[in-house]
C-alpha cells in the first residue's frame, strides 16, 4: 500500500543500512551480489591481513561520512579520498582513493551518499597508521546506493557552547558516545563515587 508521508526509506538488504532516495532496485542488487562473499566495513582488516581477496568475488558497503580531494604532489593530478563508515562501528573507518576515471567520474558524489564497493584493492597505509586504504581501478566498481537516512551529527553542546560535530547514527540515538555517557555520570555520579572507592 501507500506508504505515509516521511516514510520514503527502506533498509537495504545487503548493507544493513536506510536508504533514501535508492539509486539501485532490489532486484538488480540481488543480481550484483550473487556469487559475491559480503565483507563488513569493520571486518576488513582483519580479512585483508589473513586473506587473499584479490582472489575473491567480495564486496562491502559503507556510507561516505567525508571527502578530500587533494592533488598528487607525483604527477599533479587531483584525486578524491572518501572516508567510509558503515554506521555500526562509528569509530572504525576506511579510506577510498579515487584516481583517474574513478575520480573524474565519481567525485562530485555527495557525503552521506551508501555505496557499494566491488572488488576494491588493499593499499599501503601511510607509515605507522593501521588505516585501511582502498581504491579500485574503473568507476563501475563503485555503485551509488542512495543516501542515507541515518547519518547525523551529535545534537549535544560541547562545553564551549559550541555544537558536537560527532557522527551519530540516528536510528539508534541522536547523540555520540561521550554526550550519552556524559549525561549518564551526570545521572550515576552518586553511584560512581561509591563504586569507585571500592574499585581504587
Not at 13 to 36: A, C, T, Y
Not at 66 to 95: A, C, E, M, V
Not at 144 to 164: E, F, I, Q, Y
Request: aromatic fraction near 8%; proline fraction near 4%; charge should be positive.
Amino acid at each position: 500500500g501507500p506508504s505515509p508521508v516521511g516514510q520514503q526509506y527502506h533498509v537495504e538488504k545487503f548493507s544493513g543500512l536506510r536508504i533514501r532516495k535508492p539509486r539501485v532496485s532490489s532486484s538488480e542488487m540481488e543480481r550484483k551480489m550473487n556469487g559475491r562473499k559480503l565483507i563488513r566495513l569493520a571486518q576488513l582488516q582483519n580479512k585483508i591481513a589473513t586473506e587473499k581477496l584479490e582472489e575473491e568475488d567480495w564486496v562491502t558497503f559503507g556510507v561516505i561520512v567525508k571527502k578530500i580531494t587533494p592533488q598528487s604532489s607525483n604527477n599533479g593530478k587531483t584525486f578524491s579520498i572518501w572516508r567510509l563508515n558503515d554506521l555500526k562501528d562509528l569509530d572504525k573507518y576506511i579510506s577510498l582513493f579515487l584516481f583517474g576515471d574513478v575520480h573524474k567520474e565519481h567525485w562530485k558524489t555527495d557525503q552521506g551518499t551508501v555505496i557499494g564497493l566491488l572488488n576494491a584493492n588493499p593499499m599501503k597505509p601511510k607509515e605507522g597508521t593501521d588505516e585501511v586504504c582502498l581504491s579500485v581501478d574503473n568507476p563501475q566498481k563503485v555503485l551509488l546506493m542512495g543516501d542515507a537516512v541515518d547519518l547525523g551529527t551529535c545534537k549535544a553542546r560541547k562545553k564551549n557552547g559550541d555544537p558536537c560535530t560527532q557522527m551519530v547514527n540516528l536510528n539508534d540515538c541522536e547523540y555520540c558516545q561521550y554526550h550519552v555517557q556524559a549525561q549518564y555520570k551526570k545521572v550515576s555520579s552518586k553511584r560512581a563515587d561509591l563504586q569507585s572507592s571500592y574499585s581504587g
